[in-house]
């Protein structure tokens, strides 16, 4: 069974400031992928950021990193330079590669709000 | 042009009825999911299908029924709700076998049970 914790149900952060949203994963499978999605207030998924688990490097998509350190189990999402549209509900999910695992288990999310 | 779309975002209606929400994408996608976010922002999968062959299927009553016309639809129909059913359903879609198999989703349909 997979299992993804997101200990921080809340954070705040100066606007252009960065922030690290914490993400710790569980699995048995030796192949899974990791993903990060933004909740805005009007309610919908959008997808932020991937990372393989064989890849080499921390995946980047503009302001987005992850901070993926396999041996601790961690995918933490960094936000560089914040903006106040970047104040919304971020989820870490995992997903497994083997045939029944395709589907995306979540963790219950941190609440972001980013101060002006 | 929206890739994945649900319709009706809103739905509202009493306990004991039937409904369905429907889901489209256009991204030429081969698999699709039905997610539900309960009222502490929890979410779930409930199905998934490839091809329009049933793949998952968590434990959700038999009330619900998804059904998938072809890859591009895949449509939840609900039978007799109820309160607990009062939640928001998200669809998804992705192509299996790319490695990232990174899921899209619809906007979600919030549906209030009274």
């Known amino acids: 069974a997979q299992k993804i914790t997101q200990t921080q149900p809340g954070m705040f952060v100066q606007e252009k400031e960065a922030v690290t949203l914490d993400c710790t994963y569980d699995?048995?499978?030796?192949?899974?992928?990791l993903f990060w999605y933004k909740q805005p207030s009007s309610g919908e998924m959008i997808f932020l950021i991937y990372q393989g688990s064989y890849d080499q490097q921390n995946a980047t998509e503009g302001r987005y990193s992850l901070n993926f350190q396999k041996a601790r189990k961690s995918a933490n999402l960094v936000i560089s330079a914040s903006q106040l549209g970047d104040s919304a509900m971020y989820f870490c999910a995992m997903r497994g590669t083997g045939a029944g695992s395709y589907q995306l288990t979540f963790g219950k999310g941190t609440k972001l709000s980013v101060i002006p | 042009d929206t890739a994945v779309s649900q319709t009706p975002k809103y739905l509202v209606t009493q306990m004991g009825n039937d409904k369905s929400i429907k889901c489209e994408q256009n991204?030429?996608?081969?698999?699709m999911y039905w997610y539900k976010q309960d009222s502490k922002k929890f979410l779930k999968i409930m199905f998934s299908?490839?091809?329009?062959?049933?793949?998952i299927n968590e434990t959700v009553p038999n009330r619900f029924s998804p059904k998938s016309p072809d890859k591009a639809h895949l449509n939840l129909h609900i039978n007799s709700l109820e309160l607990g059913d009062s939640a928001v359903y998200f669809c998804?879609?992705?192509?299996?076998?790319?490695?990232?198999?990174?899921?899209?989703f619809g906007a979600g349909t919030r549906l209030s049970v009274l």
């Open positions: 991204l030429g996608h081969d698999t």
């Open positions: 998804a879609s992705s192509q299996l076998g790319t490695g990232k198999n990174i899921q899209y």
């Open positions: 699995t048995s499978d030796p192949s899974y992928g």
């Open positions: 299908y490839n091809n329009k062959e049933l793949i």
